[in-house]
């Protein structure tokens, strides 16, 4: 039986920054020597993931500090006059107040059990997202509680003893395959995909195409 709901919340919640990271690219490219646009998306990322998978323990940063870096390493690699601080500020403004999808107040409103808010991004940002759609989750854990990122265990089972329930109890809810559903997954607990994109689901893989579609899985009948 499920007891609660853990949800991420950017790409689920409410939209990424992928606009956001377009205009940012856009300006780099516009100031920068590049030869493909596209160039600059992926070097960004690669150097972004780098990080990432490296921020853990006492090793572990900030969303924020991973995202100024390695877009800085980007700016300075394209030989780009854009400012990294004023670019930066776009995607900071777009975590704070993000556009929300169309159903998910409704699916705050009419969830049967407590939803508890799992996510990879800052404490600080997250809170004000939240307060600025007015949304009402149970609980909120982030990745600076426990020094690790999603698809890690350690923020997971973080959430799960702060909530008193075993694996088995909770239904996990994100858009990302690899840091949600894998994730989740690998300790047990059940896992559920938002594809808004309508691309091909993996074998195994449980999916829907937005947050109400979950009312109709088995989990809720």
């Not at 939240?130 to 698809?151: C, M, R, W």
């Not at 808004?196 to 074998?203: A, T, W």
Request: with cysteine; glycine share 6%; proline share 3%.
């Amino acid at each position: 039986m499920i007891k609660a709901i853990f949800i991420d919340f950017y790409g689920t919640v409410v939209h990424e920054d992928g606009e956001v990271i377009k205009k940012v690219s856009e300006e780099i490219f516009k100031t920068g020597k590049v030869g493909d646009k596209s160039e600059i998306g992926s070097y960004w990322w690669n150097e972004f993931q780098t990080a990432f998978n490296s921020a853990y323990g006492d090793s572990f940063d900030t969303q924020r500090n991973l995202e100024y870096n390695s877009l800085k390493k980007t700016i300075k690699h394209f030989n780009s006059s854009a400012d990294a601080e004023v670019l930066s500020s776009l995607m900071f403004e777009h975590w704070i107040k993000p556009p929300i999808f169309e159903e998910t107040k409704q699916f705050f409103e009419v969830c049967p059990v407590p939803i508890y808010v799992v996510s990879n991004i800052d404490s600080d940002d997250i809170l004000q997202a939240i307060k600025y759609h007015k949304l009402k989750p149970a609980g909120v854990f982030t990745s600076e509680d426990t020094k690790s990122y999603k698809p890690r265990k350690e923020l997971f089972e973080f959430a799960l003893n702060n909530t008193g329930l075993a694996a088995e109890e909770v239904l996990h809810i994100g858009d990302s395959l690899s840091s949600d559903i894998k994730g989740a997954s690998a300790i047990g607990i059940n896992a559920i995909w938002i594809n808004r994109s309508n691309i091909e689901v993996p074998k195994g893989v449980v999916a829907v195409k937005n947050l109400l579609e979950i009312y109709y899985t088995d989990y809720f009948n």
